[in-house]
């Protein structure tokens, strides 16, 4: 299972890539695998505060639904349009053009609670 | 729930294994006075004969459309329903059965809430229909909460002319979701518009608008739906699905959630009910759409089959997230309007439309000519239902009506103080020009 090291993680599943006070954020591969093919993604609003643990959107696949978690405090500023069309995307390239949305960061000390990639990878050995 | 009667054996046997005597023993913890009081004084058992005799009598002192010519309305309308909707779903493969919940082991279930939708989605000229809800005022609270979850915002502006009894609904849901409720206001039988897009504030997640309205307006909508988007609203429009048959469709207009009170589609007044809630939108709403939704799709031999869709949404997946607590649809209602609408067509639902707007306006016409009549809002375009000011109170009339074998209308003074003196009349296809002049004849004695 693919777990990119210069990623930090959360034990909901999701990543973060962070660049300065921003924060690039969305699911793992492991988590795209446990839901099967995805049909569907509600994505937040632009410009929404966001807590560490609130739900931003949810995923919706064939047999269930999955809330998505922001994995960091901060404000909405950018969502990846392309999901609303193509959710699949999130399936075939979790990592890249599948990312979720972007959001700035108001509370940096935040990432330093996430998983590394090798913590990550061991969580779902 | 079966009620199994007891022998006295088993009685006994019941009582031996608990250990007391009689089964009054078990009741001793309840004071005596409750125990009193609690008593039901029954008479003494009937026969059949002499019970279902018993109950044709209490029957009989029910006054129905049957016997009595008409001119209710103010939701629900005595049209005329073809037989075959009655013999069709009279049939137990329909009749007994539940709404599917091993839904794709009854596809005959399935095509048939399938050709409900199309139909209801052709009838409202929107793109997406649910399978039904339990009638229209449930149907226009749905939509509000649907708005407010989509706009993500909590007010909803409503047409004070909505049916009262829809109202009631309403101010029942939507502030227990914390959804506040504000009037628009009206203006000679017709809602005001005028002042929308200032009402029409950061919070207002949709306006609610029934066209005819309850006191049978037509309302004029034009340019309403691009003034309620220009703010980020929803536009929820309430309709009477016969005055489809002519009037231009909420799709027309521009509505993004369009709802009805189905009874008008072959299906009996009943004294109230069961009655079914048509509930259509814009494709792009469909997984904030509550209810059930059937999908036609094919199998791995590539054979037609209809699946329940969009199941995700629903409490069964999201319990906890649901945004609707329907999980059922009026299965055995929406098969009668399917019914009706087939049989129907689109040149008898015009027809009917037309004979309705026929006739209510020659009623109408004679009224206004009767002395001391006069219809307040007459310079108002109607389809089928009208208000008219009377020269002694309506009960008056409405109690001399039934003598004569009339529902002469709707005391509209049992709804508002300032409608005091007024009834409502109703004028289906089914009314002919006799019936007409003989209520017209009757009118006139007062």
Same mark, same amino acid.
């Given at each position: 299972?693919?777990v990119?090291?210069?990623l930090?993680?959360?034990?909901?599943?999701e990543?973060?890539l962070?660049s300065?006070d921003?924060?690039k954020v969305?699911i793992?591969?492991y988590?795209?695998?446990?839901l099967?093919?995805?049909v569907?993604?509600?994505?937040p609003?632009?410009?929404?505060?966001?807590?560490?643990?609130?739900?931003i959107? *949810?995923i919706?696949?064939? %047999?269930?639904v999955?809330?998505?978690?922001?994995?960091?405090s901060g404000e909405?500023?950018?969502?990846?349009?392309a999901?609303?069309?193509?959710?699949?995307?999130?399936? %075939?390239?979790?990592?890249?053009e599948?990312?979720?949305?972007?959001i700035?960061i108001?509370d940096?000390?935040e990432?330093?609670?996430?998983?590394t990639?090798e913590e990550y990878?061991?969580?779902?050995? | 729930?079966?009620?199994i009667?007891n022998t006295?054996?088993?009685?006994?046997?019941?009582?031996?294994?608990i250990?007391v005597q009689r089964?009054?023993d078990?009741?001793?913890d309840?004071?005596?006075t409750?125990l009193e009081?609690?008593r039901?004084?029954?008479p003494e058992?009937?026969s059949?004969?002499?019970a279902?005799?018993?109950?044709?009598n209490?029957a009989n002192?029910n006054?129905?459309?049957?016997g009595t010519v008409?001119?209710?309305?103010?939701?629900?309308?005595d049209?005329?329903?073809p037989?075959?909707?009655?013999?069709?779903?009279?049939r137990?493969e329909?009749y007994?059965a539940?709404t599917?919940?091993?839904?794709?082991?009854?596809?005959?279930?399935?095509?048939?809430?399938?050709?409900?939708?199309?139909l209801?989605?052709?009838?409202?000229?929107?793109?997406?229909?649910?399978a039904?809800m339990?009638?229209?005022?449930?149907?226009l609270?749905?939509?509000?909460i649907m708005?407010?979850g989509?706009?993500?915002?909590? %007010?909803v502006?409503?047409?004070?002319?909505?049916n009262?009894?829809?109202?009631?609904?309403l101010?029942?849901?939507?502030?227990?979701?914390?959804?506040?409720?504000i009037?628009?206001?009206?203006?000679n039988g017709?809602?005001?518009?005028?002042?929308?897009?200032e009402l029409?504030?950061?919070?207002?997640?949709?306006?609610?608008?029934q066209?005819?309205?309850? !006191?049978g307006s037509?309302e004029?909508l034009?340019?309403?739906?691009g003034?309620?988007?220009?703010?980020?609203?929803m536009?929820?429009?309430?309709?009477d699905p016969?005055? !489809?048959?002519i009037l231009k469709?909420?799709?027309?207009?521009?509505a993004d959630?369009?709802?009805s009170?189905g009874q008008?589609?072959?299906i009996?007044?009943?004294?109230g009910?069961p009655y079914?809630?048509?509930f259509?939108?814009?494709?792009a709403?469909v997984?904030?759409?509550?209810?059930?939704?059937v999908?036609?799709?094919?199998?791995?031999?590539?054979?037609r089959?209809?699946?329940?869709?969009?199941? *995700?949404?629903e409490?069964?997946?999201r319990r906890e997230k649901?945004?609707s607590n329907?999980c059922?649809?009026?299965?055995?209602?929406?098969?009668a309007?399917?019914?009706?609408?087939?049989?129907?067509?689109k040149?008898g639902l015009?027809?009917?439309?037309?004979l309705c707007?026929?006739?209510?306006h020659? !009623?109408?016409?004679?009224?206004?000519?009767l002395?001391?009549?006069?219809?307040?809002y007459g310079?108002?375009?109607f389809?089928?239902?009208f208000?008219?000011?009377t020269?002694?109170?309506?009960?008056?009339?409405?109690?001399?009506?039934l003598?004569?074998n009339?529902?002469?209308?709707?005391d509209l003074g049992n709804y508002?103080e300032?409608?005091?003196?007024?009834?409502l009349?109703?004028?289906t296809?089914?009314? *002919?020009? %006799?019936?007409?002049?003989?209520?017209?004849?009757?009118l006139?004695?007062?």
């Open positions: 299972m693919n990119p090291s210069d930090l993680f959360t034990k909901d599943h990543w973060a962070i300065g921003e924060a969305g793992t591969e988590a795209q695998h446990e099967g093919d995805i569907y993604i509600e994505l609003v632009v410009g929404d505060p966001v807590s560490k643990g609130d739900s959107g *949810t919706e696949a064939v %047999k269930t999955a809330d998505i978690y922001s994995p960091l909405i500023i950018e969502i990846n349009e999901l609303k069309d193509a959710a699949e995307l999130v399936n %075939k390239d979790p990592y890249g599948g990312w979720i949305a972007r700035k108001s940096p000390s990432t330093k609670s996430m998983l990639s990878s061991k969580l779902i050995g | 729930m079966h009620t009667p006295p054996e088993v009685e006994k046997e019941l009582l031996d294994a250990g089964f009054e078990l009741l001793v309840i004071p005596k409750f009081k609690c039901i004084h029954l058992p009937l059949e004969l002499e279902s005799r018993h109950l044709q209490l002192q006054r129905n459309t049957e008409s001119f209710l309305g103010g939701g629900a309308y049209h005329f329903i037989a075959v909707v009655d013999f069709l779903i009279g137990s329909f007994t539940y599917p919940y091993q839904a794709e082991v009854s596809q005959g279930t399935l095509q048939s809430i399938y050709e409900y939708q199309s209801t989605c052709h009838l409202m000229d929107m793109e997406v229909a649910n039904s339990y009638d229209g005022a449930t149907a609270a749905e939509a509000a708005s407010c989509i706009t993500k915002k909590d %007010k502006l409503v047409s004070p002319l909505i009262p009894g829809t109202m009631k609904v101010k029942t849901y939507l502030p227990n979701r914390n959804i506040e409720v009037l628009l206001p009206e203006k017709q809602t005001d518009f005028s002042t929308l897009p029409i504030d950061e919070q207002i997640a949709a306006v609610l608008v066209s005819p309205n309850f !006191l037509i004029d034009t340019g309403i739906s003034k309620i988007h220009e703010k980020n609203a536009f929820v429009l309430f309709v016969i005055s !489809l048959g469709s909420p799709g027309g207009w521009g959630i369009a709802v009170e008008p589609l072959g009996h007044q009943s004294f009910g079914l809630g048509v259509s939108a814009k494709k709403l997984r904030n759409m509550p209810g059930r939704i999908g036609q799709t094919v199998d791995v031999d590539g054979k089959g209809y699946v329940l869709v969009l199941q *995700t949404r409490q069964h997946i649901a945004t329907i059922s649809n009026q299965g055995l209602m929406a098969l309007a399917a019914i009706y609408l087939s049989l129907m067509g040149t015009k027809q009917a439309a037309t707007l026929n006739n209510s020659y !009623l109408a016409e004679k009224i206004s000519s002395k001391g009549f006069s219809l307040p310079n108002v375009p389809f089928k239902e208000v008219v000011e020269p002694v109170s309506p009960k008056e009339i409405i109690t001399a009506g003598a004569e009339f529902f002469a209308g709707i508002r300032d409608w005091k003196g007024h009834l009349m109703a004028v296809e089914k009314r *002919t020009r %006799k019936e007409i002049e003989f209520f017209v004849k009757f006139s004695k007062f």
